[in-house]
């Protein structure tokens, strides 16, 4: 795969090996990173990030990202007080960007969106969430943690928990398991299921799908939890109805297996009771904290700085 100027819209444009590089690249930033937390890899080189929908880590860690790798970075937490207020589109606020950096983050509510950027601008154009579509640098991030923490993916119990229906970092997920040798228990309310073409897909390659609405987690090696993702809900009794759906405190722990793990992509609001954090099992604030040396290999990727 060449990566210079490549975009990142899709992990469905991965293949496992192009999966496998990154991750092993950021084991070799993360061991950089070990010695010194910033390099000059990136000096002089300018990251547009563009979040027209609210972010914390993704946003966060980018940014921090860019400037260990001693570069800049230019943008907008929200489109009030930029041109967009003004009626400007995202393309035009785009071309801006392209203009003023060398590689633009994108996040926009619209499915498809960043996508449409990226075939209009030159400079590379990562996809940090477009509506409840894909977030392929959370995936990587996700994919990078398990395998830090069992040494590999492959004949990983996997179970992906929550609102499967609308999250986006489920569906990127589900999407880069079919390529891995993995057992996968979809646990949601009837109402947030997999979508089928993402079912069936995961099903043609082979893997073993379980789907439920039961709440055992006995058999998992990796529980992943999820938001019910309220801002996505046509209608907001619906929300109402699902939001409580499952909750993990310390009373689901002894059904877990001793080595288990439990992600998140974040922000929680109640699916995590607080009371689970301090406990062997939780990860989810570790796999936030792997975003850096993930994102950070990606950059030196698509900018074509080698760094190993
Ligand atoms: C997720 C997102 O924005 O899709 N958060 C993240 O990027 N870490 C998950 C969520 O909002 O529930």
Redesign the pocket.
């Known amino acids: 795969m060449k990566w210079e100027k490549k975009d990142i819209i899709s992990i469905k444009e991965f293949s496992r090996s192009e999966i496998e590089f990154v991750l092993q690249k950021s084991a070799i930033m993360e061991k950089i990173m070990h010695k010194s937390a910033t390099s000059s890899l990136l000096s002089g080189r300018i990251m547009a990030s563009l979040f027209f929908?609210p972010?914390?880590?993704?946003r966060l860690s980018f940014n921090s990202a860019m400037y260990r790798l001693g570069g800049n970075v230019i943008g907008f937490a929200q489109s009030t007080g930029t041109s967009v207020e003004k009626g400007e589109t995202i393309l035009d606020t785009a071309k801006m960007a392209e203009g003023y950096s060398d590689l633009i983050v994108i996040?926009n509510p619209l499915e498809g969106s960043v996508r449409f950027v990226s075939e209009h601008v030159k400079v590379p154009v990562i996809n940090?969430?477009d509506g409840a579509n894909q977030?392929p640098t959370?995936t990587l991030l996700d994919l990078y943690t398990m395998q830090k923490e069992f040494g590999g993916i492959d004949g990983l119990r996997i179970c992906l928990l929550g609102d499967l229906k609308y999250?986006?970092?489920i569906h990127s997920l589900a999407e880069a398991l079919k390529q891995f040798n993995v057992e996968l228990k979809l646990i949601s309310p009837p109402e947030l299921r997999m979508p089928s073409r993402i079912t069936q897909d995961l099903v043609e390659l082979g893997v073993d799908v379980n789907e439920t609405s039961k709440l055992d987690l006995s058999d998992c090696d990796v529980i992943y939890a999820?938001?019910i993702?309220k801002e996505r809900f046509p209608d907001p009794q619906e929300y109402e109805s699902v939001k409580d759906a499952f909750i993990l405190n310390k009373e689901i722990l002894p059904q877990l297996k001793e080595n288990a793990i439990i992600l998140h992509?974040?922000?929680r609001i109640n699916e995590i009771q607080p009371e689970i954090d301090e406990t062997k099992y939780a990860r989810y604030f570790e796999q936030?904290r792997n975003g850096i040396p993930v994102r950070m290999a990606l950059l030196c990727l698509l900018l074509n700085k080698k760094f190993w």
């Open positions: 929908e972010s914390t880590r993704t996040r940090a969430g977030h959370q999250g986006r970092a999820t938001r993702q992509p974040l922000p936030a």
